[in-house]
């Protein structure tokens, strides 16, 4: 009766679970990306500067994101390095496209193939982790920097086959006309340059940045829900143990050699996802867009977020994006109009080597990046919102490196 007494009544503990998930930093994150990603339409409806150009960015951008939580599994979770996670992207792309256009019609087969996308996306996924689970196995014996360098030439391999296959992919020209994705019914309105709401039955999407942007939110969404399970199960703390120490994880009797595999193919088939919507989303997938630079801006993205916290990594892989493909391509007529406005018009024009104010900014744009990616990196080297075990990990590191420096000292 006495011990009864003493324990706190149901509704009080559901309370104080409830209470401490809000408290939980990760928790609160996914509850502000959520209110972000359903606000950010409405609010961007009738803008001066066009939501039609935000939410298609923004569509565009949670491309990024799965590329982000695909590397993120392998790189953050199981701690390999992967340099070629682009060869992946581009595996899904192509397969979509070369399945969902007429580019197949001028191949040797001379047949072209329309298959739905809602088929190809995941037969994308498939064929790009049967690629990752090919890359590895010649790999698991590797580490590190050795790893690091295999993976890197796959990915310069992949879309170098791309480009000088043209018979089959289009080469350097490219694979245009790709069918875009079809629903039974949507609603459809100003936003997609229709006059009045209404409902459209059947609904081709056809470049509608409302529609892909709900269905990247739905894939999006999709993924966390997948990732999330991965790392508390049984995988998932397989991957940290090796990530951690392999030999000891081995000692315990993990299997290393499956465990990896499966982490390169589950990581390559989120980026076989993104690349079939990559395709389906731009109606265009060339070679160039595979190149090394995409597989750096994704380990950027997870490094600069957290590596190892999901929530984390879609907020780095959201800011680089914007970043690159919003505020640097924006700074230099910004530069201009706040020149104009503060009286240093004449900084904007041309005078013997002087380019002008927005031509020079132009040519430091990338510059400008790297000093960001600088600064973030020396305020917050385990990243924006780094996973509870990185970030003590990196705390005991600092810590026994003051300590011996302060042992140093006194000797």
Do not use: C
């Not at 298959?115 to 090919?134: D, H, T």
């Not at 999709?222 to 399970?229: K, M, S, Y």
């Not at 380019?355 to 990616?373: M, V």
Request: without cysteine; charged residues 10%; glycine residues 10%.
């Amino acid at each position: 009766m006495n011990q009864a007494a003493k324990q706190p009544p149901r509704s009080g503990l559901g309370r104080l679970r409830l209470r401490e998930r809000f408290r939980d930093r990760d928790t609160a994150l996914y509850g502000i990306l959520l209110i972000v990603a359903l606000v950010f339409p409405a609010a961007t409806l009738y803008t001066q500067e066009g939501s039609t150009y935000l939410i298609s960015l923004a569509g565009h951008a949670g491309t990024y994101v799965l590329l982000a939580i695909g590397l993120n599994v392998v790189v953050g979770f199981a701690g390999l390095l992967d340099l070629g996670y682009a060869a992946f992207f581009a595996i899904g792309a192509y397969t979509y496209a070369l399945f969902a256009s007429q580019q197949l019609l001028a191949s040797p087969i001379h047949h072209a193939y329309h298959f739905p996308f809602w088929l190809m996306m995941f037969i994308g996924l498939l064929i790009a982790a049967s690629a990752g689970a090919i890359l590895g196995f010649p790999t698991l014996r590797l580490r590190g920097d050795y790893l690091a360098i295999v993976t890197l030439g796959f990915g310069e391999i992949v879309p170098n086959v791309f480009y000088n296959l043209d018979q089959w992919t289009g080469g350097i020209n490219a694979i245009g006309g790709i069918d875009q994705p079809v629903l039974p019914a949507w609603i459809t309105g100003p936003w997609a340059g229709a006059n009045d709401i209404a409902i459209v039955s059947p609904f081709n999407f056809s470049f509608d940045p409302i529609a892909y942007y709900v269905l990247i939110f739905v894939l999006v969404a999709g993924a966390i829900i997948l990732v999330n399970n991965l790392q508390r199960s049984r995988l998932g703390r397989a991957w940290m143990a090796i990530r951690e120490d392999e030999v000891a994880a081995a000692a315990m009797g993990i299997n290393t050699v499956t465990t990896k595999l499966l982490a390169f193919a589950i990581g390559a088939s989120f980026s076989g996802f993104a690349g079939a919507y990559y395709g389906a989303s731009f109606g265009l997938v060339s070679p160039d867009d595979f190149l090394f630079l995409v597989s750096i801006t994704v380990l950027v993205m997870i490094v600069l977020g957290g590596m190892g916290n999901i929530p984390g990594v879609i907020i780095g892989a959201i800011s680089i994006y914007f970043i690159l493909n919003w505020f640097l391509p924006s700074l230099p007529p910004n530069i201009e109009s706040l020149a104009n406005t503060f009286g240093f018009g004449a900084l904007n024009d041309r005078n013997g080597d002087w380019p002008g104010l927005a031509n020079a900014t132009q040519r430091l744009t990338l510059l400008i990046f790297g000093l960001i990616l600088v600064t973030m990196m020396l305020l917050r080297p385990q990243g924006l919102f780094p996973s509870r075990v990185r970030e003590q990990e990196l705390k005991h590191a600092i810590g026994l490196e003051d300590e011996a420096a302060i042992e140093q000292a006194h000797a």
